[in-house]
Each structure stands twice: as C-alpha cells, then as structure tokens.
C-alpha cells in the first residue's frame, strides 16, 4: 500500500455529476439487434425499456487527449485518481423502482460512494462503489443502481478455481455466443473505449488476457433479460458479480432457476465454471 494514499483516494467520496438523455428508439433498436432480442416488435416509444439496456445512453465522449492509455478517461476527474494500471467493471446491484420509457427524457445522478482496499492473490486492489440514479422529470426515481469498479496493477489475470457445479436441473439454460462483431457493436452502442474488447494486441501484450474480452456489463444485460423471460414478470431488483473473465470463442451458458418471486442466474464457460452469477427478485 506503499504507492497508494488511500485517505487521499477518500477525497473523492462525495463527488457527483448528473445528466439528461432521451431514451430513444432508434439506439434501443440497435442494442436488439445485438443480442437479438426475441420481440424486437416492442422496441418503441412508450414502451419498458429493457433491464440494464440504460447503460446505452447518458454517454461521456472525451477527446483523444484526455484518454488513459487504456481507451478509459484518465484518471483524477468524476472517478478517484488509483495509481493501479488496470480497470474492470466488477459488479452491482439495482432496484427498479418505476420502467423507464422509451422516448423519455430521463436525468441520470452520479455520486462516489465508497472507496476501498482489499489484498488480491496478484497485489493490491482498489473497489470504488459510485451509486446512480435514474429519474424522470416530474422527480419520480426509476433505478437506483451501486456499481463497483476494481482497479488491480498491470498483470496477468490471475484465473481462480470458479465453481463447476452444473445447473439445477430444474433450471431453464439458454446459449449465449458474442462473436467479434458483437463486441464491436456493444462498444460502439456504449461508446465504450476499454481496448480489452477490441484489441488483440493491446489484450494480450499489455493486460495478458488470451483473446478479446467479453463485456462484462453485456453479459450482465443478456443474464437480466434472460431472468425476465423466464420469470414472466419484470425485474425488481437485480445484482451480479463478475467471477472470471470470458473471452471471445467462449460460448456462455445462461441458466435461471425460478423459485417464486426469485430467480438465481448464472452464465458459465465451456469447462463448467461461472464467470458471472446473479440474483434478480420479480415485481
């Protein structure tokens, strides 16, 4: 802990910024094509949004000069300043408070919630919480959404043992297979310049991952989606944590098991492991 100052990092704790957006048809429509909704009909003004397809909008675009080397914002503005290499969207929950409708102007606030230190198998780890809201114009909250950010140094991927435990058999499991084009289109949906998902180079010689990286925030919307479907209601509140990375080639299994108001979730690699799970509860 040496090189990080973390009572300096707990500056930031406090800081916020908010935004508005029009939920449109026409990005929304795009993001159906991507993962290939299965009723794309329904994708129009006043109509739910669907879960987690927020993340396509409310969307910062910075110039090439104020970019880290990592295609992210450089560090020390909205997000504390770590001094760790390497960024990962680690996880979150959500409560869905109220749809959001397609074709609204919705304002989106930000605010850092918590910074903290853990000691990883690979060196430190720095977990920044940042809580959003989303709320409509007359003030009703819509979401309410805490994301954990993990910021780690710049080394290999250290690859735990995930649990290989099969689904229930009660479960009802579904394939999921991003191609490049997919994480192409993701990125570019979510103007997101994270260059693990589209740069081999960079993935490999730099971050030592094997292959492009799958969305972790991707996986996530495809795992929500697939809990709505199954339960037949829409989501109340959701929450998911990153356990692996997946990697382009890799073919998900997603698997919900329903149990009345609730639903446990998984998306697992070729080998069996999870690389993310999550819970969803139904309105």
């Known amino acids: 802990m040496s090189a990080i100052d973390l009572a300096y990092l707990r500056t930031w704790i406090g800081r916020s910024r908010s935004d508005e957006d029009v939920i449109g048809a026409r990005h929304a429509r795009l993001m159906a094509a991507t993962v290939d909704h299965p009723d794309p009909g329904r994708i129009r003004d006043g109509e739910a949004l ?11 675009g910075l110039p090439p000069g104020e970019l880290g080397r990592d295609g992210h914002p ?22 869905f408070v109220a749809p959001v409708p397609i074709g609204a102007r919705v304002r989106k606030t930000s605010g850092v919630l918590a910074v903290d230190h853990k000691a990883g198998r690979a060196g430190d780890l720095i977990f920044v919480t940042v809580l959003h809201e989303l709320v409509a114009l007359s003030g009703a909250l819509l979401i309410s959404e805490e994301q954990d950010i993990v910021y780690k140094d710049a080394s290999p991927p250290a690859i735990a043992a995930g649990s290989s435990e099969p689904p229930r058999p009660d479960a009802r499991c579904r394939l999921f ?30 971050e030592g991952y094997a ?3 799958i969305h972790g925030p ?13 339960g037949g209601r829409a989501l109340r509140e959701f929450s998911y944590r990153g356990l692996r990375p997946a990697l382009l080639g890799d ?21 069996g492991s999870v690389c993310m799970q999550a819970d969803a509860r139904f309105a």
Request: hydrophobic share 45%; with cysteine.
């Open 74 to 95: 450089a560090r020390g503005g909205f997000l504390p300043p770590v001094p760790l290499a390497n960024r990962m969207w680690a996880g979150g929950r959500l409560t």
């Open 211 to 213: 292959n492009l990286v």
């Open 50 to 60: 669907p879960p987690l397809w927020h993340w396509l909008y409310f969307l910062e």
């Open 177 to 206: 297979t991003p191609t490049s084009t997919t994480l192409f289109r993701y990125s570019a949906l979510t103007f997101n310049g994270h260059r693990i998902h589209y740069d081999q180079d960079y993935c490999r010689n730099v």
């Open 251 to 271: 073919c998900l299994t997603l698997s919900a098991s329903v149990d009345g108001d609730r639903a446990a979730l998984a998306a697992r690699l070729g080998d």
């Open 218 to 230: 991707l996986t996530a919307t495809v795992l929500a989606g697939f809990a709505a479907e199954a």
